[in-house]
């Protein structure tokens, strides 16, 4: 048996969750909570919008076709068998734990934990890092992590390609528009800790003007929660409004905050925002996301086979 078959690498692929239908909805928001049930109200409203966007889950098949195609771009570089890919979720099962546990019980002691989410934070990769680093610890794997590709040539220049194409959808009026770059808000509080999310996000949106030709954009924040708390801004409804007070008519929101089509994009985005944008007399136009494409596979792959060069 070779050394690669003995001694595989385990690849933890870590992301948000979601359910996989609308029995388990309630289980999700709970968890997203806390332990805290929804209110009746809460809960009917995010069961409306998945409905909204077809009555359908669509992170859950994006996250298995990235991980299927971060496996098949690794096994193209290494060969079947130095690298395993396994699933650690936030929200739902697998949960980030059930994914080290899994990588456990397959016999790997040496793995590599990367985030479906390019921007670093304390809230968000920081967190998922950390109950990886928790479990791996109990069950004596030995971890590197992947914290950010935010600035990766490739993942730059899908998003460019993509913001490009987009922008040809207005015709001559294509240099008119206005680029919205956005990203899910975190509380205010991330401010005082110096946090990097906000840095690179902004780093990456520039990054990705430049390499599409763009002059003409600006950064907004999406999707805050309703904790009582203040959440970065501004809000993308708020930059959709004083765009329409500055006369422009015709709006790119390009989601770089994300890599997948889900309910933030496709309810918040082409549902919400289109809607508010439409009775301020704008066209709001969207880009494609990354899914699964063999650039981002690429970037991936990339990544872990950077982070592997750490472990010891």
């Avoid at 209110?39 to 299927?68: K, W």
């Avoid at 771009?73 to 060969?79: F, M, N």
């Avoid at 929660?225 to 422009?248: H, M, N, R």
């Avoid at 905050?257 to 944008?277: C, M």
Wanted: charged letters at 30%; one cysteine or more.
């Amino acid at each position: 048996m070779s050394d690669t078959a003995q001694n595989p690498v385990g690849v933890l692929v870590m992301s948000y969750g979601t359910p996989a239908g609308f029995d388990q909805v309630e289980a999700y928001y709970t968890h997203i909570r806390h332990g805290r049930p929804p209110s009746p109200e809460q809960l009917a409203d995010l069961i409306e919008r998945y409905r909204m966007i077809g009555g359908v889950f669509p992170l859950r098949e994006h996250t298995n076709r990235q991980v299927e195609g971060l496996q098949r771009e690794l096994d193209r570089r290494a060969g079947k068998g130095r690298y395993v890919c396994y699933q650690g979720l936030k929200h739902v099962p697998p949960f980030i734990e059930d994914g080290v546990a899994k990588m456990a019980e397959d016999g790997i002691r040496r793995a590599v934990g990367i985030v479906l989410a390019p921007h670093d934070s304390a809230m968000s990769v920081g967190a998922y890092i950390k109950r990886a680093e928790a479990e791996a610890g109990k069950q004596g794997v030995r971890m590197a992590f992947v914290r950010e590709y935010h600035l990766h040539p490739e993942l730059i220049g899908a998003f460019a390609d993509r913001v490009k194409r987009a922008l040809d959808r207005f015709g001559d009026r294509r240099g008119d528009a206005l680029v919205l770059f956005s990203a899910h808000s975190l509380p205010e509080k991330i401010l005082a800790w110096n946090d990097p999310y906000p840095g690179q996000l902004l780093a990456t949106s520039r990054a990705v003007a430049e390499a599409a030709g763009v002059e003409r954009w600006k950064f907004s924040w999406q999707s805050a929660g309703q904790t009582g708390e203040p959440w970065l801004g501004p809000d993308l409804l708020e930059s959709l409004e004083q765009a329409a007070e500055e006369g422009v008519r015709e709006v790119l929101v390009a989601p770089v905050g994300f890599v997948s089509d889900h309910l933030e994009v496709l309810y918040d985005v082409d549902i919400e925002a289109k809607r508010f944008a439409e009775e301020k007399g704008m066209r709001l136009e969207r880009i494609e996301m990354l899914n699964d494409d063999p650039r981002f596979m690429r970037v991936l792959a990339d990544c872990v086979q950077a982070a592997e060069e750490g472990l010891p």
